[in-house]
């Protein structure tokens, strides 16, 4: 019987279907979690979520590596890293929005009726309108929505009064939905 280590990626796959024994999925762990993290650092940007994201796609992989018949492991498992690193960043862009929209007093459609081509262009129309904000707009938001930092580390990270760093961020969302409303995606906000 072969080393686990001299296996290749579809014998693995293959043993771990058969036996569900997890020393394989931890073998394809040794062998790739360098790949994920840098793919999920890419995507992230930001080293403990990345650190986070990787635990996510080992535990994924360990309970849905059975379901697939997978040709080429290492494409297959980068798409799998994208698909949860995209998912991630919707979830936090979903909470700028919802913040957002909360300026606004109309809504137009459910959540659940969100086409994903819709929720594409809305993402890249507010990453757009991100960069066009001013520095301390911009950095408190991009601080607060996607780094996850308190008002109060904010401060600290900025040297803005704490104050100053709410008014950053609502002046900043305000500044977000003129320009949706401006590009026309009004009605993208509003989900």
């Given at each position: 019987?072969?080393?686990i280590?001299?296996?290749?990626?579809?014998?693995?796959?293959?043993?771990?279907?058969?036996?569900?024994?997890?020393?394989?999925?931890?073998?394809?762990?040794?062998?790739?979690?360098h790949?994920?993290?840098g793919?999920?650092?890419?995507?992230?940007?930001?080293?403990?979520?990345?650190?986070?994201?990787?635990?996510?796609?080992?535990?994924?992989?360990?309970?849905?590596l059975?379901?697939?018949?997978?040709?080429?492991?290492?494409?297959?498992?980068?798409?799998?890293?994208?698909?949860?690193?995209?998912?991630?960043?919707?979830?936090?862009?979903?909470h700028?929005?919802?913040?957002?929209?909360?300026?606004?007093?109309?809504?137009?459609?459910?959540?659940?009726?969100?086409?994903?081509?819709?929720?594409?262009?809305?993402?890249?129309?507010?990453?757009?309108?991100?960069?066009?904000?001013?520095?301390?707009?911009?950095?408190?938001?991009?601080?607060?929505?996607?780094?996850?930092?308190?008002?109060?580390?904010?401060?600290?990270?900025?040297?803005?009064?704490?104050?100053?760093?709410?008014?950053?961020?609502?002046?900043?969302?305000?500044?977000?939905?003129?320009?949706?409303?401006?590009?026309?995606?009004?009605?993208?906000?509003?989900?």
């Open positions: 019987m072969d080393s280590d001299q296996l290749s990626d579809k014998q693995i796959i293959d043993r771990y279907k058969e036996e569900r024994d997890t020393a394989y999925v931890g073998q394809l762990y040794h062998r790739y979690a790949l994920i993290f793919w999920c650092l890419r995507y992230l940007k930001n080293q403990t979520e990345s650190e986070d994201a990787v635990m996510e796609i080992i535990e994924q992989l360990l309970q849905n059975h379901k697939y018949e997978i040709k080429d492991f290492k494409n297959w498992l980068f798409l799998v890293t994208r698909n949860h690193c995209f998912a991630r960043l919707r979830k936090k862009t979903e700028l929005f919802d913040d957002i929209s909360n300026l606004g007093e109309d809504t137009f459609m459910e959540k659940d009726e969100i086409s994903p081509l819709t929720i594409e262009a809305r993402e890249k129309a507010l990453h757009e309108e991100i960069e066009n904000l001013k520095g301390p707009q911009k950095e408190c938001i991009v601080l607060f929505y996607f780094k996850k930092k308190t008002y109060k580390e904010i401060a600290e990270i900025t040297d803005y009064d704490i104050n100053k760093v709410k008014s950053h961020i609502q002046n900043g969302k305000r500044n977000l939905k003129i320009g949706l409303d401006r590009d026309g995606f009004s009605n993208l906000i509003e989900n």
